[in-house]
């Protein structure tokens, strides 16, 4: 089956020769594996989340960016926090992907892309989304429909595989195309899109976590809406998130009416502030938009209101991203004027500093940022990098290793802490850190090289067990990664 689906996505991969279209064959890969054919365990669900990883990493982008992860995760994990127990640990991503869409993956791996996000307006809405996600894990639709496509035939698999393929190239052309194969949830619809009772379920779920967690129904109901008013590509195209969970209209009216008959309970929830809904959606937006656009869009936004600091610093951040570092820092500074305590303003504007070389500058106002909010990850990182362009490796290594005790996957401070204590001489300390920065970036080869190493230096017994597991299951997910990419080639 596998064969058969490469062969025909390879014929029209060669005459299309669309990014897109490489992305729907790789999801379609993934879903029609024999091993998924059939119902699966918890413990089955949780291995082929670790396939469904690997193809995210290798071909989407994910926001490794701290304060808007964090933000992701304080949300889901509260709304968790009223859900039943559950058999998985639950991660939540923002995937640079300007399609709208969110979707649960196996093993409850949650994704919302970063053109939904920026749709959004406020936190409800946000939470509302996400809840929803929540629950088709919680009900296990994934695993059910997994269940389900082992009576699907191999045959009729393959059709729907190429007849995705090839339409992609009919009637409506590449822009048209680009709704259906902009994100891999669109391609999990040949088997994994929801049905109009999950999405229900999902909903009815959905709308009591949302309510126990202290947030609005009102905000699913109305990010709902948005996803239904947006005309990507002409008024026959619908966006992805509304292929991928159907009946929209049902859902909307039942929202409606159910928030028209809870109107009292409803009113007597919390309101919730803006601010970091607003500031999170701001850094989204300047880091990760467009460049063009987002330099103009904050430029008008600056223009218009020079003394808002939410302005200036979604200028600054646009701009230090281009590389105009000198105007990013007024423009931090002008936002200071408003807020002068603000950990996050002062970690900009000593981020920008480090950028620009002065190591000093930045770190006094790192460290002033640090003072004020201890707990300020991404100050903690660029303050031990500046300890380690200054040489002084013992300080960035204790402020490193504290960072990472607090937030034991934050991205790259595990390269730079393996770093520290390479120029300290400390090898079994450097290769374990660096072993574990590329096992988390899927890099599982240099993974292996670098735990390999740690294993032959490290004396300490605890540490040496843990080595071993981690190298063991780097070998394995290498091991299927090069299976994964071997199947794809033939």
Same mark, same amino acid.
């Given at each position: ?5 490469? #062969? $025909?996505?390879?014929?029209?991969i %060669? ?9 729907v064959?790789?999801?379609?890969a ?18 082929? @989340? ?20 964090n ?24 995937? %640079? ?22 749709? =959004?307006?406020?936190? !409800?809405?946000? /939470? ?11 009900? *296990? ?19 729907? /595989? ?5 339409g ?9 195309s680009?709704?259906? $194969? ?6 999990? @619809? ?17 709308? !009591? ?20 008013s ?5 008024? !026959? ?5 509304m ?7 049902d ?14 309970k ?11 809904f ?7 937006v ?18 218009? %209101?020079?003394?808002?600091?939410m302005?200036?610093y979604?200028?600054?951040l $646009?701009?230090?991203?281009?590389g105009? *570092?000198?105007?990013?820092? +007024? ?13 996050i303003? =002062? ?6 500093y ?30 031990? *990098?500046?300890?380690?362009?200054m ?12 960072l ?7 991205? +790259? ?13 400390? $090898? ?8 574990r ?5 899927? !890099? ?30 780097? %070998?394995? #997910?290498?091991?299927?990664k090069? *299976? ?7």
């Amino acid at each position: 089956m596998v064969r058969l689906v490469c #062969r $025909v996505s390879q014929r029209i991969i %060669k005459e299309m020769k669309t990014k897109h279209i490489v992305r729907v064959w790789l999801a379609v890969a993934l879903m029609v594996f024999p091993e998924i054919a059939r119902g699966i365990t918890v413990q089955e669900e949780e291995e082929l @989340s670790q396939k469904f990883m690997i193809e995210i990493n290798e071909h989407f982008e994910i926001i490794h960016d701290s304060i808007i992860s964090n933000y992701i995760n304080q949300i889901g994990y509260k709304i968790l926090s009223v859900v039943p127990t559950q058999p998985f640990q639950y991660h939540f991503y923002v995937v %640079k992907e300007d399609v709208y869409n969110a979707f649960a993956g196996p093993g409850a791996q949650i994704f919302i892309n970063s053109g939904l996000f920026e749709a =959004l307006e406020n936190e !409800d809405e946000l /939470a509302g989304i996400i809840a929803h996600e929540i629950s088709h894990v919680v009900c *296990r639709h994934i695993s059910q429909q997994i269940e389900q496509s082992k009576k699907v035939g191999m045959g009729a698999l393959a059709g729907v /595989a190429a007849g995705i393929l090839m339409g992609a190239a009919g009637a409506g052309g590449a822009a048209a195309s680009a709704t259906l $194969v902009g994100s891999l949830a669109a391609a999990q @619809s040949i088997i994994l899109a929801h049905s109009r009772e999950d999405e229900m379920q999902a909903d009815q779920r959905g709308v !009591d976590f949302i309510i126990r967690a202290g947030y609005n129904p009102k905000g699913l109901m109305t990010a709902l809406t948005k996803i239904r008013s947006k005309q990507w590509y002409g008024k !026959d195209q619908i966006p992805t998130y509304m292929m991928t969970h159907p009946a929209v209209e049902d859902r909307i009216g039942y929202l409606s009416t159910w928030i028209d008959t809870n109107a009292s309970k409803i009113n007597q929830l919390p309101r919730h502030s803006k601010i970091p809904f607003d500031w999170t959606h701001t850094r989204l937006v300047a880091m990760y938009g467009p460049e063009n656009n987002t330099l103009k869009d904050f430029k008008a936004q600056v223009a218009q %209101k020079p003394d808002n600091p939410m302005a200036n610093y979604g200028y600054g951040l $646009v701009l230090s991203r281009t590389g105009n *570092r000198n105007a990013a820092m +007024d423009h931090f500074r002008a936002a200071l004027t408003k807020r002068a305590f603000d950990p996050i303003l =002062l970690t900009e504007l000593g981020k920008t500093y480090f950028l620009d070389g002065r190591y000093t500058e930045a770190l006094k106002i790192l460290q002033g940022a640090m003072d004020i909010s201890p707990d300020a990850t991404e100050g903690q990182y660029y303050a031990g *990098r500046c300890f380690i362009e200054m040489g002084k490796f013992q300080e960035a290594s204790r402020l490193l290793e504290s960072l990472l005790q607090e937030t034991p996957d934050y991205p +790259d401070a595990m390269f730079y802490l393996g770093s520290a204590y390479g120029s300290l001489g400390r $090898v079994s300390d450097a290769c374990y850190y660096l072993g574990r920065y590329y096992y988390n970036r899927g !890099d599982y080869k240099n993974a292996i090289v670098q735990l390999e190493k740690a294993l032959e230096s490290t004396a300490d017994s605890e540490k040496k067990t843990e080595v071993e597991m981690l190298l063991k299951e780097a %070998k394995k #997910r290498h091991a299927l990664k090069i *299976r994964e990419s071997e199947t794809r080639k033939r």
